[in-house]
């Protein structure tokens, strides 16, 4: 229950991560919109004014799966609390200075990173307050709609929004001056030890029928990460690390792309890496979002597989063009799409393993769509 005749129950503490109802996350927002401290005594980063908000502002929680805690206020800021606040640096304080500074507009609005120590000291991540953006549609949501309706129009501006994006991430700022770096010869090394390693964890912890499927294919999974072999001269720039249509909302004026956290499979890589990467991934989401229109409203496989191609083309065609648009073709080589495709599925995998089990079908679907012909016979 919001305390809207009450004072707030107070700041946020090592152990007690606010909840929508309880007046902290409210409290907090009202201070930052008056420019004081945040009332914790945590540090922050500011990016944009925050608009005037009361203390005793209405709270509400986000009804979706995700790892965090996401609270919007007075339906015109979301403060999400990393719970457990994790350890500096992280990237979305970096990619919000950045993208405010070299004007990309296509995301919620960010407002401030809250952080602060943990026990032991270390700094740490503790909030991340952006604009709430109205009507706004989870990507699992209404993409699905559209491959249910046949719809492949809107793929024209994720691919846009893509482009725009990595242009965005190419052109230099205070934060990241020197924006654009370029592959050794011994990048493609790293690359495929990478994906080697994601299908080896991907092997391991899939169990079942799934598992001796994957088992039977991994020769062929293998020889498809063969395919990085352009590395040398590739260029490199800080990319989203985890996009997929989860990741963009449809509101009332377009399309946004939000959470810059990263990929939460990946540990210790390094954070510059090819845009072929994101577009890989942002093309499996399609893929994936065939597989839930077949499970859970009942669409015709052969249909959605289609459906999932076609809108696959149509991105692929938009983000070029949108890249050509910015003076920035170069950014995408090509050759590196189907092998961080495959090892993106392997990472669903490690994904649905370890956070959301129930989500394995959707990467062992795609996985068996590419390779149906192989079988227990032919291994």
Not at 1 to 10: A, F, L, R
Not at 79 to 84: A, G, I
Not at 329 to 337: G, N
Not at 361 to 375: C, D, E, I
Request: glycine share 8%; net charge negative; aromatic share 6%.
């Amino acid at each position: 229950m919001n305390p809207s005749s009450t004072e707030p129950d107070g700041p946020p503490s090592p152990e007690r991560t606010p909840v929508a109802g309880d007046g902290a996350t409210a409290a907090l927002v009202a201070a930052l919109s008056r420019d004081d401290d945040p009332p914790g005594g945590q540090a922050v980063a500011r990016f944009h004014p925050l608009p005037p908000v009361r203390a005793t502002a209405h709270e509400r929680g986000i009804d979706v799966d995700q790892t965090n805690n996401s609270v919007v206020v007075d339906e015109r800021v979301v403060v999400k609390w990393l719970t457990p606040p994790l350890p500096l640096p992280q990237p979305a304080p970096q990619m919000f200075a950045h993208l405010t500074s070299v004007g990309f507009t296509a995301t919620a609005l960010p407002y401030a990173a809250l952080t602060g120590r943990s026990a032991g000291g270390a700094e740490t991540l503790v909030a991340l307050v952006t604009a709430y953006l109205p009507e706004a549609a989870d990507g699992w949501e209404w993409c699905v709609e559209e491959a249910v309706a046949g719809r492949t129009a809107f793929a024209a501006d994720l691919g846009r929004l893509a482009a725009g994006l990595h242009a965005a991430m190419a052109t230099p700022s205070p934060a990241f001056p020197e924006p654009v770096r370029v592959a050794d010869g011994d990048a493609d090394d790293g690359w495929a030890a990478r994906a080697r390693d994601a299908l080896a964890r991907a092997l391991e912890l899939t169990c079942g029928e799934d598992g001796a499927w994957l088992a039977r294919h991994a020769f062929e999974l293998a020889a498809g990460l063969r395919g990085f072999g352009r590395a040398a001269g590739t260029p490199l720039i800080r990319i989203h690390g985890d996009l997929h249509v989860g990741q963009t909302l449809r509101w009332r004026e377009g399309y946004a792309v939000i959470d810059f956290d990263g990929n939460p499979t990946v540990t210790g890589a390094d954070p510059f890496q090819p845009a072929a990467r994101d577009l890989a991934q942002l093309g499996t989401s399609l893929e994936h979002v065939a597989q839930v229109a077949i499970l859970r409203r009942g669409a015709d496989p052969a249909q959605a597989l289609a459906w999932a191609a076609e809108a696959r083309a149509v991105l692929l065609t938009a983000y070029r063009e949108g890249l050509a648009a910015h003076g920035r073709p170069e950014l995408l080589e090509e050759s590196l799409l189907g092998p961080f495709e495959i090892e993106q599925e392997c990472r669903e995998l490690i994904y649905a393993a370890l956070h959301l089990p129930r989500w394995r079908y959707a990467p062992m679907g795609v996985l068996r769509a590419r390779f149906p012909h192989r079988t227990e016979e032919t291994a």
